[in-house]
């Protein structure tokens, strides 16, 4: 067709031309006397512009069957590029056919379909994850901060004396570092990993709440900088180091350094997630421990979690590990006439829960022997209670006569409990509301198998004096908590928070008044609520402002829990708090 219309073209202009030329040799000569030739002149100069409009009209047609040609040919092209489409679906559905006729086939693994940023930093597997979390606050009785605290200031301290303004570390979450992964190694089945560890940010160091006591110890009380008992003790992955085997359909089995299914529990169901700002049961570990806050993470554990539907449950198993130190019953004992102990701390935990339609629940119980409280530095001289708690000399109350097995250098006094804990925890979302409450027993006993000086505590810390006597009868406490969290936008939530600990009498005999004097064994309370809201101004970076107010009476306020007892020096802390967190 390009062809023909070319040709079109080129004979045109040769029509044109001999017409021109016939014109031309009609008007150079002109002769007055008519030829004849001259009608058949003109008679073929009318042929010849006949013939070139007949062109002109034939190449106009020309021009329109070339387009529609190449319409045409379009549309070819789109038929069998379809056509093509179809074959292969077929094709592939075909494939698919047959594969789920014959599964034990072995066959390619489809390629995964892109991803959307989640925003994790996530690489072949791979996921930086952790937090820097730093504000400034102002206590009514506080003491000075130092290097190696990580929870701040907010909760009423037993040795707290002054108010100040403070750094305020970690009050929405925990300063931290980790790394964890996840690799399908077959079909529905995948290894995991998780190493992750707590860092103060107000001094680089890791969090170590046990050398907030060795840090202290011998001091007069009123010397102290702050001072408290954790799970995190320096450790290198101070938060969880474990490793394990997870299916979609079967579960997840992990080993090593884990946290408690309690705590797993509080940061479900703690209105402020576990603050330390502006959660008593964030703050101190008690109830997410079962007991003690140094068993909110368990070394030398089994966890198994499956979710099957709505219903999920989980089970922990931790082997008994660390030194058991010696011990002796009797006074006047000596070094060489103590009895070795072998570590009993091992511990076991279930826990079952569901959800449905914006509402949630669970029941946790846990079972931990050989549980350490450490309530305080070693006390020195300059104590009124040193015959209680020397470093060279206590054991159980117990004075020894001759040299102690250990020196009292960074060194730890722990009350060892055998710990049964039930806790039950519910929360439901409606609209812009979460509202939250749990409530949990305690049940602590004198240990079956006691601890001796010598023995191992969180971070592998030496306990220089042991208590295995301390409780008179056994000891009940009680937690409860609720609060509400309010979407105020898409961008905003506040936060309010009431918590409550209470425990029972438990001295023999029981005399606890006001007038006979309180001892740590007398029943107690502690109360703390909490205001707080939290701007994100981004997915990552948010700021937060809020207030909590805590107060202890009753035996809950003794200091230092030997002989009469030794008082709380203030007995109430107010804390506003002001801060910025970026998460990745």
Known sequence: MVRHSRMARIGGACLAALLAGVSTAALADPDPNPDPRDARIQQLQDEVQQLVADHQRLQAEDEQLMAKAQQLESQVAALQQAQAAQTQAIQSRTIQTVEARAPAAPTAPP???????????????????????????????????????????????????????????????????????????????SVVFNASTGINPQSGQLANLAATNTLNAGLPRRSYSFAGDGARAGQFFNDELYVGIASAQLGALTVGRQRALGTDAMLAYDPAGGAYAFSFIGYNGLMAGGGDTQDTRWDDALKYRLAYGPVHFGAMYKFADGQGGCYSAVAGWTAGGCTPEAPHNSAYAFDLGGAYAGFSADVVVQRVYQAISVLNPLLGP???????????????????????????????????????????????????????????????????????????????????????????????????????????????????????????????????????????????????????????????????????????????????????????????????????????
């Open 382 to 584: 300059a104590s009124v209670a040193a015959p209680y708690q020397s470093s060279v000399d206590s054991i159980n109350t117990n004075q020894i006569s001759g040299p102690n097995l250990i020196g009292a250098s960074n060194t730890e006094y722990g009350i060892v409990t055998d710990n049964t804990a039930v806790m039950v925890a519910a929360k439901y979302s409606f609209s812009q509301f979460k509202f939250y409450g749990g409530y949990e027993y305690i049940r602590m006993t004198n240990p079956a198998n006691p601890l001796g000086v010598g023995a191992t505590a969180q971070g592998g810390y030496l306990l220089s004096g042991v208590e295995d006597n301390n409780l008179d009868s056994p000891k009940i406490v009680q937690v409860f908590w609720t609060g509400v969290k309010y979407a105020l936008d898409a961008k905003t939530d506040v936060t309010l928070s009431y918590y409550h600990e209470g425990q029972n009498d438990f001295r023999v005999p029981a005399t606890c008044s006001t007038a006979a004097g309180f001892r740590s064994s007398c029943a107690g309370a502690l109360d703390e609520v909490s205001l707080y809201a939290d701007y994100h101004f981004t997915r990552r970076f948010d700021v937060y402002s809020g207030v909590a107010y805590s107060d202890v009476t009753g035996g809950l306020a003794i200091a230092i829990p030997h002989g009469p007892g030794v008082p709380y020096f203030y007995d109430s802390n107010l804390a506003p708090t002001v801060g910025g967190r970026f998460a990745f």
């Open 111 to 189: 390629t995964p379909a892109a991803k959307a940023d989640d925003g994790s930093l996530t690489w072949r597997g791979l996921t930086l994850c952790g937090a820097y979390d730093i504000g400034v606050g102002w206590v009514s009785h506080g003491l000075p901060e130092n290097g190696y605290n990580y929870e701040g200031e907010s909760l009423v301290n037993r040795n707290g004396a002054r108010s100040m303004f403070l750094v305020a570390p970690n009050n929405l979450s925990q300063t931290s570092l980790g790394l964890r992964g996840k690799e399908e190694f077959a079909p529905g089945w």
